[in-house]
């Protein structure tokens, strides 16, 4: 197990990839309930270890109505446990409580009227109950904003930091996460912010300790194991679907969920470009346009009145054809180019000036099927930027003339390091699609168990490629497009199976991306 952490996971989280991570934790079978259990004993602990013995010791812990708040409540019952004389202060009303695991366990410090003495208060009004009260403690727990909170903290939060602050001489301050104040992403001190002499974090660091404004505040760092498997981080999971899809404002207008191009599709495969188009269009972009040559153009707008097809001059792709689309290029958010294009030379040399074209543009590329191909011989064109390659074994091959390692057993273990190593070497993520699809960028792995034998029905790369896409289109990078979207994917293929068994096509992928794609739906 230790392999994976090795060159999969990230030292420093994010408040979106910790959020992931709970969320992940969950559908691998570990509740929030148990991370917040976990979570305050593990600051109950560092408490003991730094004091010594808390017997007899006078521990006040100020909370808020967040998760930070239920890891507080948690906190002072194992001190209790260890003899502490606890009191918790909750401020603001306890029927505002925000998540369920928070409320059960502050009802829990409710029936332990004998340990711990609990006392509200619903404004800064009442904060000199809380000040009294400091002036006799020994250890003082931050309880109150955690990693989403942004700004300067307000009334009656900033009276209860100020009071926390004034008697730090006195007192062993402990932060849970994060101190108060302390912006996780960017390292930003808000005033006022607690000034901690112990910060217990839970799992692993956060971005914004990196920075030397927030050491000022953090005090000693303890990293607090509260039982996040390394699953929830290596396997791509909901939370990381949620991070990808972009909230939806009520006054939202054609384009502000972005426009995706699909340049694809020859004489032979005019199917493919279209299954991607449409895939981007169930994902939630606005705009989804096919470019495919003229001959076949009309075909493609065939399959579906949701389609827009812009013809190419000539019968497959040409470099002269390439006007068409880059004259049009402030128009899209995201590209696929690849899918159905035909492998000969012309094709070819027109795909890899285009690709080039796009990069250069700092345009966000999905490049699949034939577009790998052309690529083969041609490495040399890509560089460092929004680009995302997902090739299938035979295309990975292809592309770099080395066999990906064999599924069989625990193969995709040994794939993680392969597609890690290639996609460093290449400057570009890659997702190596199989029965367990391993997306990486040369920093991160990501592995999808989702999906089924009956996906291996031709066109369900093209529902990945769409899906990447308009995750791409939306602002994510690609390395959280690719595990995202093969997550995604695979739950459509699964929602298939159960309908149809081994027996679906790809438009089946593509009539179940609303159910797969509809538990992350949100407005902002």
């Given at each position: 197990?230790?392999?994976?952490?090795?060159?999969?996971?990230?030292?420093?989280?994010?408040?979106?990839?910790?959020?992931?991570?709970?969320?992940?934790?969950?559908?691998?079978?570990?509740?929030?309930?148990?991370?917040?259990?976990?979570?305050?004993?593990?600051?109950?602990?560092a408490i003991s270890e730094e004091v010594?013995?808390?017997?007899?010791?006078?521990?006040?812990?100020?909370?808020?109505?967040?998760?930070?708040?239920?890891?507080?409540?948690?906190?002072?019952?194992?001190?209790?446990?260890?003899?502490?004389?606890?009191?918790?202060?909750?401020?603001?009303?306890?029927?505002?409580?925000?998540?369920?695991?928070?409320?059960?366990n502050w009802q829990a410090l409710q029936?332990?009227?004998?340990?711990?003495?609990?006392?509200?208060?619903?404004?800064?009004?009442?904060?000199?109950?809380?000040?009294?009260?400091?002036?006799?403690?020994?250890?003082?727990?931050?309880?109150?904003?955690?990693?989403?909170?942004?700004?300067?903290?307000r009334e009656p939060i900033a009276s209860a930091v100020k009071a926390i602050n004034s008697v730090r001489d006195k007192a062993l301050v402990v932060s849970i996460d994060l101190p108060t104040g302390l912006d996780a992403d960017s390292g930003k001190v808000y005033?006022?912010?607690?000034?901690?002499?112990?910060?217990v974090t839970h799992h692993k660091p956060k971005r914004g300790f990196l920075s030397p404004e927030a050491k000022r505040v953090l005090g000693k760092l303890v990293v607090a194991n509260i039982g996040v498997p390394p699953e929830a981080e290596v396997f791509a999971g909901p939370g990381d679907v949620?991070?990808?899809?972009?909230?939806?404002?009520?006054?939202?207008?054609?384009?502000?969920?972005?426009?995706?191009?699909?340049?694809?599709?020859?004489?032979?495969?005019?199917?493919?470009?279209?299954?991607?188009?449409?895939?981007?269009?169930?994902?939630g972009v606005d705009i989804a346009i096919v470019y495919a040559p003229e001959p076949i153009s009309s075909v493609i707008r065939s399959y579906s009145p949701n389609l827009i097809v812009e013809p190419l001059p000539g019968d497959s792709l040409t470099s002269e054809a390439l006007?068409?689309?880059?004259?049009?290029?402030?128009?899209?958010?995201?590209?696929?180019?690849?899918?159905?294009?035909?492998?000969?030379?012309?094709?070819?040399?027109?795909?890899?000036?285009?690709?080039?074209?796009?990069?250069?543009?700092e345009k966000a590329v999905v490049v699949d099927a034939d577009g790998l191909k052309a690529l083969a011989k041609r490495l040399e064109v890509l560089r460092s930027g929004r680009i995302l390659l997902t090739p299938h074994?035979?295309?990975?091959?292809?592309?770099?003339?080395?066999?990906?390692?064999?599924?069989?057993?625990?193969?995709?273990?040994?794939?993680?390091?392969?597609?890690?190593?290639?996609?460093?070497?290449?400057?570009?993520?890659?997702?190596?699609?199989?029965?367990?699809?391993?997306?990486?960028?040369?920093?991160r792995v990501k592995v999808n168990r989702t999906g089924n034998p009956g996906m291996t029905v031709g066109g369900t790369g093209d529902v990945l490629a769409g899906l990447a896409a308009a995750f791409l289109a939306w602002g994510n990078s690609p390395f959280r497009a690719g595990a995202a979207a093969s997550y995604v994917n695979g739950v459509a293929g699964d929602l298939a199976y159960q309908e149809k068994g081994f027996h679906m096509v790809a438009t089946d992928l593509i009539e179940k991306l609303p159910e797969a794609l509809k538990p992350f739906d949100r407005l902002a």
């Open positions: 197990m230790s392999k994976l952490i090795s060159f999969s996971a990230p030292k420093y989280l994010s408040v979106d990839e910790m959020r992931a991570v709970d969320e992940n934790c969950e559908w691998l079978g570990i509740s929030r309930l148990v991370l917040m259990e976990n979570a305050g004993a593990a600051v109950a602990r010594g013995d808390v017997e007899g010791k006078r521990v006040v812990v100020v909370a808020y109505l967040g998760n930070k708040g239920g890891d507080g409540f948690v906190a002072a019952r194992h001190l209790a446990q260890e003899g502490a004389a606890v009191e918790v202060f909750l401020l603001g009303s306890s029927s505002e409580i925000r998540t369920d695991e928070a409320r059960r029936n332990l009227e004998y340990s711990v003495k609990v006392a509200v208060l619903r404004d800064s009004s009442q904060t000199s109950e809380l000040s009294n009260s400091l002036r006799g403690a020994d250890v003082v727990v931050d309880a109150l904003l955690g990693t989403g909170a942004v700004g300067s903290p005033e006022p912010a607690v000034r901690a002499h112990i910060t949620r991070m990808v899809v972009k909230p939806r404002k009520r006054e939202a207008k054609k384009g502000d969920f972005g426009r995706v191009a699909v340049v694809g599709g020859s004489r032979h495969y005019s199917g493919a470009p279209a299954l991607s188009a449409l895939a981007a269009l169930r994902a006007s068409t689309i880059l004259d049009a290029l402030e128009r899209f958010d995201a590209f696929v180019v690849g899918p159905g294009l035909g492998t000969e030379p012309h094709v070819a040399e027109a795909c890899v000036e285009l690709i080039s074209k796009l990069l250069e543009a074994a035979g295309e990975f091959r292809i592309l770099t003339s080395e066999e990906p390692p064999p599924e069989e057993g625990r193969g995709w273990v040994d794939r993680m390091a392969f597609v890690k190593e290639w996609a460093k070497k290449l400057g570009a993520t890659i997702l190596l699609k199989g029965s367990r699809c391993v997306v990486s960028d040369g920093e």
